[in-house]
């Protein structure tokens, strides 16, 4: 039902053929120019946008798409939110640019540190999320004096050399030699355990496992461990809720800073504020991005006083980078925060999750390839695999479904067989009961109830 009681509201969504006309004439464009290496989705779909409502996407042709992409979890607030497009352009009227104090970067910083667990309240503000990871990983290095990190397979932190070190997928191969000090060991991905044991009578193996690397691999110079509290690029995956703990206690053991890459579960994503809430886990150093600033690019690393004042990372200009906390990006991040909190939206990706969740599960009882159905508020997932053999789906078979979904007017990551479901936290009960539907189509479509 949709917020006030009406029945749902179904449109035509796509009106021609995919992609259409005028969206095929800009990629002509485009395409001489535009680097190669642009986000899957964009390149699969094939569309030009024109503009966002709520959590629909409209493209140049008069398509209607709904999003459960989501700009990979940026687009929390969804597309053109009227006080953040208000908020936003009222300071880009008055000043958009430099490192002075403004009113919008007080507010920006007070919202931020009004939401971070006790004990943070320092905030460097910076553009992506990569950027703040690297300066994390300078602060833990800084404020220790020691260089190892230690981070986890399937781990997405960023793509500059430092976050890539700590990367445990392919986005890596073929860069090296990477920093040194990177140390990887598996995550809690309980469904493909490369131990091949059973949680919990596995005692959390993995955890053991890493305890037992530092032993034996590290030189005695743990800065830091870097950890998603859930993974999102692995495929939106949560972990025993004893994994991040028992990671925080052997953090704790080796003398090294716990750094929360939030980048996608902060502000609401998981039904809570944070991630970590989930676990109770304090960690020392978070990094922020993506619904930080409702898609506008900002993201930050928040810490507490004493780990923030470590040379050199605290010395004049040391922190600090030209775009970082700017007053527009500040506007945006007081924007975001605020709506987010004005509005519920916490809850509300507890609840519209709740109820995406559901019909994902209906979705795996009917058939047969959608398997691992999973999540927590709105970063959900599944994966699809063959029935028999429980191989994942080959790429041309998660493309065929991805258009499937994309013809019937929904954007999806189902491109990949590590489906990830991650719409803005303002996606209606409705449109979740329509996303379901879509789905639903678009799998017997491609023949996954056999
Ligand atoms: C957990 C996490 N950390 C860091 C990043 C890197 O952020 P960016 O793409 O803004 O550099 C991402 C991006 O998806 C992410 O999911």
Redesign the pocket.
């Known amino acids: 039902m949709t917020p006030d009681g009406a029945a749902p509201r179904r449109h035509l969504r796509v009106v021609g053929e995919l992609p259409g006309p005028r969206s095929r004439a800009l990629r002509e464009r485009e395409l001489p120019h535009l680097a190669p290496g642009a986000q899957a989705i964009a390149t699969y779909a094939g569309i030009a946008v024109d503009r966002g409502e709520g959590s629909d996407v409209v493209d140049v042709d008069g398509n209607r798409f709904l999003d459960v992409a989501a700009g990979?979890g940026v687009a929390a607030l969804g597309y053109a939110h009227p006080r953040f497009v208000r908020e936003v352009g009222e300071q880009l009227a008055r000043t958009h640019i430099g490192s002075f104090t403004t009113e919008a970067r007080v507010r920006a910083l007070e919202s931020v540190c009004s939401l971070l667990p006790s004990g943070l309240d320092q905030v460097q503000l910076y553009s992506?999320?990569?950027e703040a990871?690297e300066s994390a990983l300078r602060l833990a290095r800084a404020f220790t004096g020691k260089f190892e990190v230690l981070s986890f397979w399937g781990g997405?932190?960023?793509?500059t050399s430092g976050a890539l070190a700590q990367m445990g997928s392919d986005f890596k191969h073929g860069l090296g030699p990477l920093a040194p000090g990177a140390l990887l060991s598996p995550y809690a991905d309980c469904a493909r355990c490369p131990f091949k044991l059973q949680h919990p009578s596995c005692g959390l193996l993995c955890v053991e496992f890493a305890r037992d690397k530092l032993v034996k691999e590290s030189t005695g110079s743990l800065a830091a461990i870097i950890v998603?509290p859930m993974q999102?690029?692995a495929g939106n995956l949560v972990p025993p809720r004893e994994f991040l703990p028992a990671v925080a206690e052997l953090a704790r053991e080796r003398g090294a800073l716990l750094i929360a890459?939030e980048?996608?579960t902060g502000f609401g994503r998981t039904g809570r504020t944070f991630a970590v809430e989930h676990t109770g886990v304090r960690p020392d150093i978070m990094?922020l991005?993506k619904a930080l600033a409702g898609g506008y690019p900002a993201?930050a690393v928040a810490t507490r006083h004493e780990i923030a004042s470590a040379k050199p990372w605290s010395k004049p200009s040391f922190s600090s980078s030209s775009y970082g906390g700017n007053p527009l990006a500040s506007a945006a991040v007081a924007a975001s925060i605020g709506i987010i909190r004005d509005e519920g939206l916490v809850g509300r990706a507890r609840d519209v999750g709740a109820r995406l969740l559901g019909g994902l599960r209906r979705l795996e009882a009917k058939h047969a390839s959608v398997r691992h159905v999973r999540g927590e508020g709105l970063l959900l997932g599944f994966d699809l695999v063959e029935p028999k053999t429980g191989a994942a789906w080959a790429t041309d078979r998660c493309r065929a479904l991805f258009d499937a979904a994309l013809r019937r007017g929904l954007i999806t990551m189902a491109y990949a067989p590590r489906v990830r479901i991650n719409p803005p936290l303002v996606l209606r009960d409705d449109e979740a009961d329509e996303a379901i539907d879509i789905l639903d189509a678009a799998l017997a479509e491609v023949g996954a109830s056999a």
């Open positions: 990979i992506g999320g990569t990871v997405f932190h960023g793509k998603e999102g690029t890459d980048m996608i990094t991005g993201s």
